[in-house]
């Protein structure tokens, strides 16, 4: 069967929202820079504002940026591993031939579409680093076991509603701000008086828990709204591409260490010792943070893969999606230096209190997350930047912490439909561009937003 080929995204099965959203959409495809850039412009903007608005002189926003580039390491350090042990996590044999299986469920290409966005939803909720790669790999094999039983599958909004699974990584487990806010000694802290806000306020509240499911019930209905109809145009995949099914680098076993590395036993008892340690701690009283969720991570893989052998294969593999985003947080420490150490946080704060109050201060501070998040494309690196600034505000208008804190989140999670950044490991591995599945992720962007901001406004009453 040869692919039928749309003209984009926007135009295979296009319906009214999508040709609204078009203009907005090739704006962003032709105007939005690199994540690094983001984080270079909006340094120099920060300390310009700083100049402007507070009585700080450049040489006070040079020393406040110097001294704020090593203030984010240890959290630096916690979100790159969320990344790197999501994708090994997804990459294990165990888990590829469960997606292999999960992708014969389908029956019609207008239910693989939602099957797949619930899908990559779920996965998200558990690790976002897990659910980016999920939805590419599930959306590709789909595509191909589609192709072989006559399905008749329009591969980018297949894609599309895998990457479209993200818009709510921020509710659930791994979610950055929230667990840095019930982090004792995290940069959220002071902005909480001294005191970590549990996540049983935020991530596990049920107004949070709902919000997600709702999200992923309106975006599912509107998937089955988009979905091409029988006979309409589709984009299939290339018929060159077939199933993958992942298997560790093959190593020879020669000598008595190579036995050693090729055996299941050492990271099993690694595995093991971690769950130990996970299941004392919470026994004990212990609390979710950004680091218990990581060792949870890597006491799964440790426990899935079949040899060191395996894991240094999977290190590797994962390590190139780590290195930009290690070199964007010291460019959001040094704003979050600058902000702190002239007023600059302060101004921003006052000013935002003087536009809202204790029933809308949510909805505002979702619309401007969202707003910043264009900018500042890493949720770990945006709460370093308006987390505070949030916070503060809410302090003086008497608004629940846990409020502002999701509320970050949503605006965060919400805008990635439209920002590329994490976009591109999914696209990677999909072989297509992000204009490709634009069309359709701006639709996501309007579902999850009406359901988001309906939230804020119900839980600030």
């Not at 039928?4 to 032709?30: N, W």
């Not at 850039?37 to 020393?63: C, H, K």
């Not at 599958?153 to 709510?168: C, E, K, T």
């Not at 049920?206 to 709204?225: E, H, K, P, Q, R």
Request: proline share 5%.
């Amino acid at each position: 069967m040869q692919p039928r080929k749309s003209s984009g995204s926007v135009d295979a099965g296009a319906g009214m929202i999508q040709r609204i959203m078009r203009p907005f959409v090739r704006t962003l495809e032709r105007w939005v820079p690199s994540a690094l850039t983001f984080a270079i412009v909006l340094t120099l903007v920060v300390a310009v504002l700083a100049v402007i608005l507070t009585d700080a002189g450049p040489i006070a926003v040079v020393t406040g940026w110097g001294a704020g580039l090593s203030e984010l390491l240890e959290f630096m350090a916690q979100m790159s591993l969320i990344l790197l042990l999501g994708h090994m996590l997804a990459n294990t044999t165990v888990v590829r031939a469960l997606l292999t299986k999960l992708a014969r469920v389908p029956r019609s290409a207008t239910f693989a579409y939602v099957f797949v966005f619930v899908i990559a939803s779920l996965a998200n909720l558990v690790t976002w680093g897990l659910g980016l790669v999920v939805g590419a790999l599930l959306a590709r094999e789909i595509a191909v076991q589609g192709r072989e039983r006559g399905m008749n599958i329009h591969f980018p909004l297949l894609v599309a509603a895998g990457y479209s699974g993200m818009v709510v990584w921020h509710m659930g487990y791994s979610g950055s701000g929230p667990l840095t806010a019930a982090t004792a000694g995290s940069f959220l802290t002071e902005s909480l008086n001294g005191e970590p806000l549990p996540v049983t306020a935020t991530t596990f509240s049920a107004w949070n828990m709902l919000t997600a499911a709702g999200v992923i019930v309106v975006c599912s209905l509107l998937f089955l709204a988009i979905a091409p109809r029988k006979g309409a145009p589709v984009r299939e995949l290339p018929t060159g591409v077939v199933s993958q099914p992942f298997e560790a680098a093959a190593e020879e076993v020669v000598t008595p260490a190579d036995r050693v590395d090729a055996s299941r036993v050492l990271t099993f008892i690694v595995g093991v010792g971690l769950v130990v340690y996970l299941v004392a701690h919470f026994v004990q009283g212990g609390t979710l943070t950004l680091n218990t969720v990581n060792w949870s991570f890597l006491a799964l893989i440790f426990l899935l893969v079949r040899s060191p052998f395996e894991l240094i294969h999977l290190t590797k593999q994962a390590a190139s999606n780590v290195g930009e985003i290690l070199l964007q947080f010291p460019l959001y420490a040094g704003i979050l230096g600058i902000m702190a150490s002239t007023g600059l946080i302060v101004v921003f704060s006052d000013a935002f209190v003087s536009i809202a109050n204790p029933t809308t201060f949510g909805l505002l501070a979702l619309l401007s997350a969202g707003l910043v998040n264009f900018f500042v494309p890493s949720g770990g690196g945006q709460f370093a930047v308006q987390g505070p600034i949030m916070l503060d505000a809410a302090n003086q208008l008497g608004v629940d912490p846990a409020i502002a804190v999701m509320a970050v989140a949503y605006g965060d999670q919400w805008t990635n439909m439209l920002q590329p950044f994490w976009a591109l490991p999914i696209l990677a591995i999909a072989g297509l561009k992000m204009r490709d599945i634009l069309g359709y992720t701006s639709v996501t962007f309007l579902g999850a937003g009406a359901v988001m901001a309906l939230s804020m406004l119900l839980v600030s009453l």
